[in-house]
């Protein structure tokens, strides 16, 4: 098992720049590949970002592509969503989750919520 904390989140006007980080419990961070995730007000969960293992591989959905930036320090047992160019449409509560093998997320954090004025 595995806790995760979300912090960073708050209000920014469109165009500007927000880092989200993910504090994971314990000392074996290196283990799960890592995403992030959004859900906006009556909508579903939506994919954001992914990040491998070693963090060498990356994977983004095409609305945040060139603009969102998914790192890991696994030295200090964190995951970074780094959003730049922010746009009303991204204003969501943001979500970090970790999964030990496969494709399935198998661990979830609290939220963080984001918001974009225009």
């Known amino acids: 098992q595995v806790q995760l904390v979300e912090s960073g989140g708050g209000l920014v006007q469109a165009g500007g720049s927000l880092r989200l980080s993910c504090a994971a419990s314990?000392?074996?961070?290196?283990?799960?590949?890592m995403g992030w995730f959004r859900q906006a007000p009556g909508k579903e969960r939506e994919f954001v970002a992914q990040?491998?293992?070693?963090?060498?591989?990356?994977y983004y959905t095409d609305s945040v592509k060139g603009r969102f930036t998914i790192s890991r320090d696994n030295a200090k047992n964190t995951l970074y969503l780094q959003m730049n160019s922010l746009k009303p449409e991204d204003t969501a509560v943001y979500y970090c989750?970790?999964?030990?093998?496969?494709?399935?997320?198998?661990?979830w954090g609290q939220g963080t919520q984001v918001t974009v004025s225009s």
């Open positions: 990040i491998n293992r070693i963090g060498d591989s990356t």
């Open positions: 989750a970790a999964r030990t093998a496969g494709l399935a997320y198998d661990y």
């Open positions: 314990g000392r074996t961070f290196s283990t799960y590949a």
